[in-house]
């Protein structure tokens, strides 16, 4: 069996560099370095029968699923199984200025569908842009951030995957120092599968939340929200079948002085309509930390 996964590398890069007075070359040279980090993620997850790895991001495990739609649906008498996922995403960071962000990575996985688990191999690669469209910095309008995200499926084969994920999101921060605040946004994916006898159609997520953190730079970050699914297709038959369900997910992280991120644990859960289960760790390694 092959699964594919799709991988997030983020490139962060911080705009407004400071630049010193004569004599202060250090800081000026300092301040002009990026971050730079490798946000190692690792994921395991559970999906239902008869469904995909849908979610919050443009994780891995789904353009996984819905490889196996495509590749293996004609296989699969009874549907897609129920499967187990472990995923490794090897995202390099390289911060450059505060509202915009590069990224682009690799990916891999293992998937579990009932025979033991597969071999361990790169599955996807992705390329994508993070940008603070407007900086609230104190003032009434929240700051806008656009996420963007293209992935593609390895090898590039009969039955591989494209997938583009938009995330759009209002951060509205309750105090000047941005360590509490109100979320909302909106996510849409589409995945397009080369292949003429299968489809899976776009996958929508409306959410709300909040974040606190405290002055241990301990912050958490929860949102829940609703998911709606068109459905899958293979030659005429359903391989997912469409639904509308919430989802949560909340975040605890391990911030430094300069909120880049020590350490990070996410849990999701999914209705599809049955629940889909996923917890990820990120251990970021940074090469240069600012």
């Not at 997030?8 to 250090?26: H, N, Q, R, S, W």
């Not at 911030?255 to 880049?260: A, E, L, P, V």
Request: glycine share 10%.
């Amino acid at each position: 069996m092959r699964a594919v996964a799709t991988g997030l590398l983020c490139l962060t890069i911080p705009a407004g560099a400071v630049y010193a007075a004569d004599g202060d070359e250090d800081t000026a040279a300092k301040s002009v370095v990026p971050n730079i980090y490798l946000d190692l993620r690792t994921t395991y997850a559970t999906i239902p029968a008869g469904t995909l790895g849908l979610g919050f991001g443009n994780t891995s495990l789904s353009a996984a699923f819905e490889a196996l739609a495509a590749q293996r649906g004609a296989t699969l008498p009874n549907g897609l199984p129920a499967a187990k996922s472990i995923t490794v995403d090897l995202p390099l960071t390289v911060d450059v200025s505060d509202r915009v962000s590069l990224y682009g990575g690799v990916s891999g996985s293992t998937t579990d569908i009932g025979g033991g688990w597969s071999t361990f191999d790169i599955t996807s690669w992705n390329i994508g842009v993070q940008a603070d469209l407007y900086q609230q910095n104190g003032g009434r309008i929240p700051t806008i951030t656009l996420q963007s995200t293209l992935t593609q499926s390895v090898p590039n084969e009969q039955g591989m995957t494209n997938s583009f994920n938009n995330i759009l999101e209002f951060d509205y921060a309750l105090d000047k120092d941005e360590t509490r605040g109100w979320l909302a946004g909106v996510q849409y994916t589409h995945t397009d599968i080369a292949s003429l006898v299968a489809r899976i159609r776009p996958n929508t997520i409306l959410y709300a939340g909040g974040y606190y953190q405290w002055p241990s730079n301990w912050k958490f970050t929860g949102r829940l929200g609703v998911q709606s699914f068109g459905g899958g297709q293979l030659a005429g038959r359903t391989l997912a079948e469409p639904f509308t369900q919430p989802i949560l997910r909340l975040d605890l992280d391990r911030m430094d002085d300069n909120d880049n991120r020590l350490f990070g644990i996410t849990a999701q859960i999914a209705w599809m309509p049955k629940p889909s289960y996923q917890m990820t760790l990120r251990t970021p390694l940074y090469a240069v930390r600012n």
